[in-house]
């Protein structure tokens, strides 16, 4: 790196930052480049209040704590449950950004990521959020709208593009076109409940007591929302736990086929979610779906056979993006980079 990046690092008095303030994850870009990936929790002291740890740090006290530590999720269903924890949350992670980089804190322009069914208090509980943690000029973008951006889409163009966002805490599924939202469909339906789901599965199916963070471990190596993925298929995952009436230490394996019969009404749900988008689509723009297909972004695309499933129940392609965990986050990286061309963003 030369003299003249090193000063610009150190005595820059404003920076960019583009956030997905996600319900599971919290993502930060700056520079084009990834700073931040996080996991969306802040552990903070009972007594002052104070933050002890963010992210990954706060993540590993998850459900371990004693009773002067609270370990706090600030986002649920996508909105911010606690504003104080989220604030303290984004101090903490844009503080991550600056760490040995500048002699000064920079103003900031930040442009975050929100589901497209926010109300307008919960789009002023992001942006208060936003400034207390140090924002200046703030941007909000809906996220399947950053999506479509981060696939690569041209949504500026006049054609119609459907992408399906399932994050952490909602599921947000848009037609896009001409640079804005045609038809949309929010739902609190996604990756946090398929979690619950397993772990509601695994206390009636087989008395076995499990933690959210052990039925997240059991979504990710046997998560399915298919009971046949042919040669795809993953092996039994074993779980260890107390049984949920003796106590007593089970070790019990898991197979796909139980994870995707446990996941079907969650599943069909999302499913009837993006039907009824369907429905709401003017026919030039559904046959403009039909020819595209419907692009699958966010942790719940990962879903072993989701994209097939999708596929034989709407009868349209379904493809699943490229690092679809990171389309929303680099798609408020390049909004941000056009702030003056992309007219759709929301102060």
Not at 54 to 62: C, I, P, Q, S
Not at 103 to 122: A, C, D, K, W
Not at 293 to 312: F, H, N, P, S, V
């Amino acid at each position: 790196m030369g003299f003249k990046n090193i000063f610009s690092r150190l005595f820059s008095f404003n920076q960019e930052l583009a956030i997905d303030l996600g319900t599971a994850n919290t993502i930060i870009i700056s520079g084009d480049e990834i700073m931040v990936n996080e996991p969306s929790v802040v552990a903070i002291d009972r007594m002052g209040d104070n933050m002890i740890a963010v992210g990954e740090k706060a993540k590993l006290m998850y459900e371990k704590t004693n009773d002067k530590i609270r370990v706090i999720r600030p986002l649920r269903d996508g909105v911010i449950a606690d504003l104080n924890a989220c604030e303290q949350m984004m101090r903490g992670l844009i503080k991550m950004v600056h760490t040995g980089r500048r002699l000064f804190t920079p103003s900031l322009r930040m442009v975050i990521g929100v589901p497209s069914g926010s109300t307008e208090v919960e789009l002023r509980a992001v942006r208060d959020s936003a400034e207390h943690a140090g924002g200046r000029d703030i941007y909000l973008l809906y996220e399947p709208m950053a999506a479509a951006i981060g696939v690569g889409i041209d949504v500026n163009a006049p054609e119609g593009n459907m992408v399906v966002d399932i994050g952490g805490g909602t599921t947000e599924i848009a037609v896009i076109s001409l640079g804005g939202i045609v038809s949309n469909n929010s739902i609190k339906m996604a990756g946090d409940d398929f979690t619950a789901d397993i772990q509601d599965y695994m206390s009636r199916q087989h008395n076995v007591k499990v933690s959210e963070r052990m039925a997240e471990r059991i979504k990710i190596h046997v998560g399915a929302a298919l009971t046949d993925l042919g040669e795809d298929a993953p092996e039994d995952y074993v779980v260890h736990g107390p049984n949920r009436i003796t106590a007593m230490p089970m070790e019990v394996p898991v197979c796909y086929q139980e994870i995707a019969h446990c996941l079907e009404k969650s599943v069909a749900r999302i499913e009837n979610a993006i039907i009824s988008a369907l429905e709401q689509t003017p026919p030039e723009l559904y046959a403009d779906i039909v020819k595209n297909g419907i692009w699958l972004t966010g942790g719940g695309a990962l879903l072993r056979g989701l994209d097939k499933r999708l596929t034989d129940k709407i009868n349209i392609p379904v493809h699943v993006a490229d690092d679809p965990l990171l389309c929303v986050a680099r798609g408020t990286g390049i909004a941000l980079k056009n702030v003056e061309k992309f007219t759709f963003l929301m102060r």
